[in-house]
């Protein structure tokens, strides 16, 4: 099992709970991290702060997707 874990300093890391092997996903926040959520499968891990940004990051890799035309699709989708 993988927890996603995110504190007031936003950073965010990975927990996997069976080997208790912590990975510090990014520190690209400027401010605290309110919410974490990786998807269904497994794929992309998204981030909210209250600096005002989302990133969006490859679950395999640890880096960050270039969000432009992803989070547009994504809100096109909501709306």
Request: charged share 15%; with cysteine.
């Amino acid at each position: 099992m993988i927890m996603c874990m995110y504190c007031y300093q936003g950073n965010v890391g990975i927990l996997d709970i069976s080997t208790r092997n912590y990975t510090t996903v990014m520190r690209s926040h400027v401010g605290r991290v309110l919410s974490a959520s990786v998807d269904s499968q497994r794929r992309h891990i998204a981030t909210v702060s209250d600096d005002r940004t989302i990133r969006i990051w490859d679950f395999d890799t640890l880096q960050q997707v270039p969000t432009t035309g992803y989070l547009y699709n994504l809100l096109s989708a909501l709306v």
